[in-house]
Each structure stands twice: as C-alpha cells, then as structure tokens.
C-alpha cells in the first residue's frame, strides 16, 4: 500500500464533526440575557489616542459604557458635551425615528418597493457620525441613514430615492435607500455587502498619499464582518497604518442568521483587531455617549497617524431586518424588550432629563416637530411621483451613465430596446396604466 499507512493513530476516535451554531432563544422561548456582560460605566480605561494598539486589546473584550442606571455620565470615556449638542443629538435621532416609521408605511402603501429601519441602532450611526468632521469620507451600509441626517441632508432628496420617482438623482437605477450624496462625504451604498471596507481604507490610504487631512470611516454588520472584503481591508489598514475607522455595528442579527454564524461564539467582533495588531475598542452601542466618545477616539487617533481602529458597537436590531422579512418566525419577540442595554433614544433623553435640561414636554415637542417635518418632505415628494405610478425616468437612459460616451453595443441595444418597446407599448411606457 502506498503511504505511510499510519492509521493507527485514529484508535478509536469517533467520526469527524462539525460544529453548528444555534442561536440561545426561538420562536415563543423565555428569553433570558443574564450571559451578556453588562460592564460597570464608567469602569474602562481609556488609554492616550496615540497608545500602542497592544494597549486597546483589553478592551476589545471589555464593553466601554458611559451612561449609568442613574442617567448620568460616568468615567473617563464621558465626552462631556455640552447640552446643546446633546439635544441635537437627540433631535437627530427623533428625526430618523420618525423617518423610518413614515418610510416604512410608505412601502406598506406601495410607495416603494423596500425599506430598511435603523430603530435601536441610533446612537451607532448619529452619534459616531457626530464625532467625524463633516468632511469625513463615511462609508455606509444601508443602516447608517442617521449618519446622512445628521450631516443635514434634505430629507426629500432621500424619498425622491426612496419612491424612484423623477427627483431621483439616481434615476430609479439604485434600490431603495442606497443613497449616494458627494456633497455630504457618503459614499454611494452598495448592496455587496463589505465592499465599502476595502473601499474606505483604500481612500484613507489615497487621502494620506495626497496629504490631505481627511479621514475614511466606515460601517459594517456583525454578519458582514464574515465577508473576505472585511479581513483583506483590515490587512490593507494595519499593513498601511490607513487613517480609517472600521465601525461593525453586531446588533445580534444577519436577517435570520444570528451572530454566531460570523463567529460570534468564539471571540468578539472587536477582538479581531488583535489579530491585525490593530486597535480595538468595544463598546456598549445603545449608549450614545459612549458612541460618540470612541468614535471621537479613534478619529483623532487615525487623524494623527497613529493607524486604524476596528470599533464594535454592541447593540440589538430591534425590528425587521428590512420591510421583506418577518422576525418572528426565527427569533423569540422578547428579545427585544429583554435586551439588556436598553434603547438608546431613551437614554440619552433621561440624561438630559437629569442633567436638568430637558423634560417629557419637550420630548413630545420634539417628536411631533419630527414627524411634521417628515410629512412635510414626504408631500413634497410624493409630487415628484411614487413607485408603480407610470415611469419616472426616459426608459433609453437605462443605457447612459456607465461610460462617458455610449459604446456602439449599448448604443446597438438602446434602439433594439426602443423598437422593442413601440412594438409591445406603442407610445406608452411599460408600466403605465394600459
Ligand atoms: C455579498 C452579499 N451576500 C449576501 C447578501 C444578502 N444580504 C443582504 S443583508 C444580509 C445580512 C447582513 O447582516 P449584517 O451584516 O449583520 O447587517 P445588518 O443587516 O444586521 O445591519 C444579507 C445576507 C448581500 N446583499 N451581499
Ligand atoms: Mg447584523
């Protein structure tokens, strides 16, 4: 036989096996999070901006909090904002609250044909991006539209998107909420997912060969982080010391898959900066605070050269996955009121409440101003057409865009297509009302 024929090694060992993970609670389960680490705020270090990554490692199994039961700010992590740029916060994530709830009923009214909430998420997208200079690059994915409000961008621009109607800047070509604003520095939403982590170092590393003074940061889910973009940008960025902040957001789900399937079982997202000998913070994602401090940490760190930070924001994703899926069949629906973090909208209310800056009538103030001012935009858009109410752009511009001039066989298509449509729709387009 050839070969060494050892096979006495085995004994008696059993057959291989694999591990498959199982989430701890389903459908109609008592759920019961006492397992999850709820750190003392207030409690962890915070080292100099400029430490070796080595130093931030313990924290990358810690979980860095601020705000205390007793509403209040504790510890070295405290940002100490002053009480207007808390209210602006808060003001911030009420406007993408209520953003959310109109968008949702939109696509139940058949306005769109999709929509993603961000709702429990807030402070990881509002807060941080609060934390950026304006002209930041932020790299997205689809749930950071709190970060696109709260650099001021008009709310009709995002529905004209929304409803693929003729204020579209993207011409209907984009799936619903994958905005792209220039303007705002964020960056056009991909749905590959991961792909704006290599692309957000590589513009860090682009922004410090130029000399420029801006920074990349971007945001990526738990289950995303199992992409192999993820790991070969972590490369990039610790190889180049690239001034970039990499924000994964675990808020526990990838639609139906829970955490466990990226690995969540064996390590923290956050302690995967150790292996890239990077740094790396974890941190309690419903604690606006908090968020905002780290984020503010890791900028200033990237900003002066003292390379990238993997940050992960421990959080819940409170409702669906987006406007297509349905939680319940996969996951018990106490988790949500279970979750032991709370919900970051409250928070950062009660502490204003105890700083003395804020009470519960302003609070109903701000999210009737909030949903006024959604309505407002919604009208405004609605003028400019919904999905589904005839087509909103000339159907030949489908073929324009990719390449400066039209090539020959896109050409050669457009008037197949043309001729096509006469055929079938006479003057009419496709989808009008026949
Ligand atoms: C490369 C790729 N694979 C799969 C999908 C389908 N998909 C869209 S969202 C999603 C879940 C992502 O979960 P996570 O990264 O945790 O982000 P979250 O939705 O929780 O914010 C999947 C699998 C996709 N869009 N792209
Ligand atoms: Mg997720």
């Known amino acids: ?51 070796e990554a080595g130093e931030t490692h313990p924290l990358c199994n810690d979980l860095i909090r601020v705000l205390g039961d007793d509403n209040k700010a504790h510890g070295p992590w405290d940002p100490k904002l002053d009480p207007e740029t808390l209210r602006r916060m808060l003001q911030t994530m009420a406007l993408t609250r209520a953003f959310d709830e109109r968008m949702f009923r939109g696509q139940r009214q058949g306005k769109t044909s999709f ?23 932020i790299f997205p994915s689809y749930r950071q539209q709190g970060a696109l409000i709260s650099r001021g961008y008009p709310l009709i621009e995002m529905i004209n998107q929304i409803y693929s109607n003729e204020g579209d800047k993207l011409k209907g070509r984009q799936l619903p909420i994958m905005y792209s604003a220039r303007d705002y520095s964020f960056y056009t939403i991909s749905g590959n997912l991961a792909t704006q982590v290599p692309q957000a170092v590589g513009f860090g590393m682009a922004s ?38 990499i924000n994964v957001v675990n808020n526990q789900w990838a639609i139906s898959s829970f955490s466990g ?20 913070l974890r ?18 760190r990237a900003r ?11 959080s819940y994703r409170a409702e669906g996955h987006s406007t297509s899926d349905d939680p319940s069949g996969y996951r018990s629906a106490q988790e949500r009121e279970e979750w032991p973090l709370g919900d970051p909208v409250m928070r950062l209310k009660n502490h204003l409440i105890a700083l003395g800056e804020w009470d519960e009538d302003g609070q109903a103030k701000m999210d009737l101003e ?65």
Not at 390 to 396: I, K, N, R, Y
């Open 1 to 51: 036989m050839a070969g060494n024929g050892d096979t006495d090694t085995r004994g008696n060992l059993p057959p291989l096996s694999l591990h498959v993970p199982e989430p701890k609670f389903r459908p109609g389960d008592e759920v019961d999070f006492s397992h999850i680490g709820v750190t003392e705020p207030g409690a962890q270090p915070r080292p100099d901006e400029n430490c």
């Open 115 to 137: 929509y993603m909430k961000c709702t429990g998420e807030e402070a990881t997208s509002i807060s941080t991006a609060m934390a950026l200079a304006d002209d930041d690059m």
């Open 208 to 245: 410090a060969i130029k000399g420029d003074t801006k920074i990349a940061a971007t945001w990526v889910g738990d289950g995303s982080t199992a992409e192999g973009d993820f790991h070969a940008a972590c490369t990039f960025a610790s190889v180049y010391r690239a001034p970039v902040v």
């Open 261 to 280: 399937f990226a690995g969540a079982e064996n390590a923290t997202f956050a302690a995967r900066a150790i292996g890239y000998g990077i740094a790396g």
């Open 283 to 300: 941190v309690d994602g419903n604690d606006p605070l908090a968020c905002y401090a780290a984020e503010r940490w890791a900028a200033n």
């Open 304 to 314: 002066s050269n003292a390379g990238p930070t993997l940050i992960e924001f421990f």
């Open 370 to 434: 909030a949903a006024e001012q959604v309505k407002a935009a919604n009208t405004e858009a609605q003028k400019l057409g919904t999905l589904g109410h005839g087509m909103h752009q000339p159907f030949e511009t489908m073929f324009e865009d990719v390449y400066e001039d039209v090539p020959w066989h896109l050409a050669e298509q457009r008037e197949q297509s043309l001729r096509e449509k006469e055929i079938k729709f006479g003057k009419k387009d496709p989808g009008e009302a026949q």
